[in-house]
């Protein structure tokens, strides 16, 4: 299995904006709270690794985002399982590799929606999801125009993937952005 030390140096050799860095920090942690929240506890490294992995290609290569992925992810012998993983993530929108694993599921629907809670939590006063509240981030859902970005159809479609309703998905992957959020803060201060 792909260590975490070279997934990082191969996250940083194509990833320089803090953006993105902290966005694969984020995903990371919560793959790695989800595998132990849904008892994958033995596949927590693997979860993690696929999070901190799974937008190698985007900030090079935005065109050929989940297409030049396996190239890059050949550099440090990930195997198919971690390949198919990190394609699946970008189902319907830039790859073909349809989501099958539970953790493929949960990486599809929480990508999207990390990106959702993190922009909501900046426009706190207390710039954090520790006093983020699911009705507050269901207004901000629900406000089209608020980070326009973060696609809603794809966050309701992995739900509905996880065969969660929406309010489940919300509600625990904010719950485990609370669990990483300072984890996140020391890796993009070091």
Known sequence: ???????????????????????????EAVLRWFAQELGYEDEADFWAIVGLLHDVDFEQY??????KAPELLA?????EACIH?????????????QPEHEMEKVLFACDELTGLIGAAARM?????VQ???????KKKFKDKKFA???????IRQGAEMLGWDLDMLLDKTLCAMRACESEIAQQMQS
């Open 148 to 154: 326009a970005g973060c696609s809603r159809d794809v």
């Open 75 to 79: 550099e440090i012998g990930a195997d």
């Open 62 to 67: 935005p065109d050929q985002h989940c297409q």
């Open 1 to 27: 299995m792909v260590t975490r030390q070279d997934a990082l140096a191969l996250l940083k050799k194509y990833n320089q904006e803090p953006f993105h860095l902290q966005h694969a920090y984020t995903v």
């Open 131 to 137: 006093d983020m509240e699911l009705s507050s981030l």
């Open 85 to 97: 993983a990190i394609c699946s993530h970008g189902y319907g929108l830039c790859s073909e590799v």
């Open 124 to 128: 706190r006063p207390s710039k954090s």
